[in-house]
């Protein structure tokens, strides 16, 4: 793994992390972010937003927080992959990530850790680690996402991984494994007050739903969204020519945000966002004086740490050019479920 500082779209400290196929650039300015995810030195499949970052500090050193010159209390998009809490609400889940974050590298340069300062409003301190695996083609990036209650009061919140993906991305959501015996519902599937079914954008297949980004200058615009709980151990989207697939949780016990739904599309004229929301606990106050938490291994977190949330997603990368954009389910078995059944075997 290479790690290069550079700025890139406007923030001053970023860093380029090569590492086998994979480019990722986060950032220290804000966050915790990667704000771009690319196969070699291709195009990055993150999308991002204008931003005003006049408004925005400067971390006064590297490898620490920083001080604040200016003080920024509006959420802004940004862009890249953040992390969030959910269930969704105006006040907590809005809370701004522009301020500086700690980064670290650890485990011999294998592992990125990205932590944020305590959120003032909430009391969750937000961390994510970027840590590499595997080889050859099947190498990913295992990105584990931590929410640690910082307050003096239980917190009760799940963890949300969105993806924020660039224009003329399709997504894929499986609609779940066939149940075992057929007599009971194998999944759900979750709409929002602006969730537009008779929108071609969605394409609602039997085994798959199919979401794509489509800008202003066509017929269907404006924000849709739908999520399913999906037990298959996977997501996945395509932009371009290159496949983005993410590696998550089977098991879909505790999932009462949102219905159920665990993973997430979320599109409108300028991006889609490809979501993973994990369960809903109920996060009990960090312990007084205790260490910063030792993520060099995510192992190490587990039910016995009752104020810390987990959700890990594993990112894998392909460039897949001799095959067409999926139209329809059986597209989607033909060419992309081979791989994702590599992946998982």
């Keep these: 793994m290479t790690?290069?500082?550079i700025e890139f779209q406007g923030f001053k400290n970023c860093f380029k992390i090569k590492w086998n196929h994979f480019k990722l650039i986060i950032t220290q300015d804000v966050g915790p972010r990667v704000l771009s995810l690319s196969y070699?030195?291709?195009?990055?499949?993150?999308?991002?937003?204008?931003?005003?970052?006049?408004?925005?500090?400067?971390p006064s050193n590297i490898g620490g927080e920083g001080n604040h010159s200016t003080k920024n209390d509006q959420w802004n998009l940004f862009g890249g992959h953040r992390l969030w809490h959910a269930p969704e609400c105006s006040g907590r889940t809005y809370y701004p990530d522009?301020?500086?974050?700690?980064?670290e590298i650890v485990n011999d340069g294998t592992m990125v850790v990205?932590?944020?300062?305590?959120e003032h409003l909430t009391g969750i301190k937000k961390t994510i680690s970027l840590e590499i695996k595997g080889v050859g083609r099947l190498s990913y990036i295992q990105v584990t996402h931590y929410l640690e209650n910082k307050s003096i009061w239980p917190i009760q919140c799940a963890p949300w991984a969105i993806s924020v993906m660039t224009k003329d991305t399709k997504a894929i959501i499986p609609l779940s494994n066939d149940s075992v015996n057929g007599l009971v519902p194998k999944t759900s599937i979750s709409l929002w007050n602006y969730t537009k079914l008779q929108d071609s954008r969605i394409t609602l297949g039997n085994k798959y739903i199919?979401?794509?980004q489509q800008d202003k200058t066509l017929e269907n615009i404006g924000s849709n969204k739908i999520g399913s709980r999906v037990n298959s151990?996977?997501?996945?989207?395509?932009?371009?020519?290159?496949?983005?697939?993410?590696?998550?949780?089977?098991?879909?016990?505790?999932?009462?945000?949102?219905?159920?739904?665990?993973?997430?599309?979320?599109?409108?004229?300028?991006?889609?966002?490809?979501?993973?929301?994990?369960?809903?606990?109920?996060?009990?106050?960090?312990?007084?004086?205790?260490?910063?938490?030792?993520?060099?291994?995510?192992?190490?977190?587990?039910?016995?740490?009752p104020f810390v949330q987990v959700l890990t997603e594993k990112w894998y990368l392909f460039e897949i050019n001799d095959i067409p954009?999926?139209?329809?389910?059986?597209?989607i078995d033909k060419n992309i479920l081979p791989i994702i059944n590599e992946i998982l075997n």
């Design 98 to 103: 522009n301020q500086p974050i700690q980064i």
């Design 233 to 305: 151990g996977w997501s996945a989207s395509i932009t371009n020519s290159t496949l983005f697939v993410k590696i998550i949780d089977t098991d879909t016990k505790d999932l009462h945000v949102d219905l159920g739904a665990n993973v997430e599309v979320y599109t409108d004229n300028d991006i889609l966002e490809l979501e993973t929301v994990g369960k809903l606990l109920t996060l009990e106050p960090t312990p007084p004086l205790s260490p910063q938490i030792d993520v060099s291994s995510p192992s190490r977190i587990t039910t016995s740490t």
């Design 210 to 212: 199919m979401v794509q």
């Design 114 to 118: 990205m932590r944020q300062a305590t």
């Design 325 to 331: 954009i999926p139209q329809n389910d059986n597209d």
């Design 40 to 58: 070699d030195d291709g195009q990055s499949i993150f999308g991002m937003k204008s931003h005003n970052l006049s408004t925005l500090s400067t």
């Design 3 to 5: 790690i290069e500082k």
